[in-house]
């Protein structure tokens, strides 16, 4: 009968897409990892795996096997997180994602932190600024700031987090201050840009309620920090978390635009999928979160 450390070893593989990769994952040796793949095969007696000296392609036996070995894992996972909700010391490994700049910043101090607490929990935390399919990649928890509408998982709102639009004294002496909502349309804004990015449309308050602002530029990434930096060199005007910039406004690198028109704020919120048991370690570490975050932006 084949294991669960077989199993989750071909999983891994297959999610990673290389030995040595589901190797890293899992804390153990590419050779181990070829071993236990190697005799799970045995044991079924079907190749799952086309070896070659770039990839590993799953053969057509394998994608079936993969889904019913991910619901096994997955059935064993639920079973032990329900087992752990009833210990007062949670225990296993707890996949994170956050963006990367609040994520090095604030969540990795917290989690850390958190971990002290609980010391049989081992924290894998992975820093992005897109949006990782948290299913698809077996995360725990996502932590993303924005306003999420994905309706497979579960939201809980830690902290509101206040922006605003600035840019630096160069810049401004050069291309003028804008006055006025529309004037962002004749500057340079610098944009974000990641699959779901909605930073190409800057919504800001006014006296008739909300006003969708199409803004274009000529510099855009998929990186908070980078855009922080072009707004620093003065290349245009930036859209920002003001947590992310409190210290260059107070120190004048950054000048805020148009407070009289405030950009909307955006929600920093923790997101788990559905599930028929929240797991102990998940619930513990939102509710440390959602005392701490706001704290720590306040």
């Known amino acids: 009968m084949a294991t669960l450390t077989d199993m989750a070893a071909f999983v891994a593989v297959v999610e990673q897409g290389s030995f040595s990769s589901a ?18 095969e045995r044991q079924i007696g079907v190749r799952l795996l086309n070896r070659t000296t770039r990839q590993v392609v799953p053969t057509e036996e394998a994608k079936r096997y993969y889904q019913d070995c991910k619901n096994i894992l997955g059935q064993v996972e639920q079973a032990e997180a329900s087992l752990s909700s009833r210990r007062e010391n949670p225990s296993g490994s707890m996949k994170i994602t956050a963006p990367v700049v609040f994520g090095r910043r604030y969540l990795a101090p917290l989690l850390s932190e958190f971990q002290l607490a609980y010391t049989d929990l081992q924290i894998r935390l992975h820093l992005a ?7 698809g990649e077996g995360m725990d928890m ?19 987090s206040p922006r605003v639009i600035c ?5 401004l002496e050069v291309n003028g201050c804008p006055e006025k909502p529309d004037d962002l349309l004749r500057h340079n804004c610098l944009l974000l840009r990641f699959p779901g990015s909605t930073q190409f449309q800057w919504r800001v308050q006014t006296d008739t309620g909300m006003q969708t602002i199409p803004v274009r530029g000529q510099l855009d990434s998929n990186n908070g920090d980078v855009l922080r930096q072009w707004a620093l060199e003065g290349r245009g005007l930036v859209l920002k978390s003001r947590w992310e910039i409190e210290d260059d406004l107070k120190a004048g690198r950054l ?12 929600s920093i919120s923790a997101l788990y999928p559905y599930g028929k048991m929240t797991p102990m370690k998940v619930r513990l570490l939102i509710d440390y979160l959602a005392e701490k975050v706001s704290a720590g932006l306040g």
């Not at 600024?129 to 299913?135: A, C, G, I, R, T």
């Not at 840019?167 to 810049?171: F, I, K, L, V």
């Not at 805020?256 to 909307?264: A, C, G």
């Open 129 to 135: 600024d897109h949006f990782v399919d948290l299913v």
């Open 255 to 266: 000048i805020p635009v148009l407070e009289k028109f405030p950009p909307s704020p955006v």
């Open 23 to 40: 190797g890293r994952e899992l804390r153990v040796s590419t050779a181990v990892i070829s071993a236990r793949v190697a005799r799970l």
């Open 167 to 171: 840019a630096s004294p160069d810049y």
């Open 142 to 160: 996502a932590i993303r700031i924005a306003d999420p509408s994905d309706s497979s998982l579960v939201m809980k709102k830690l902290a509101e």
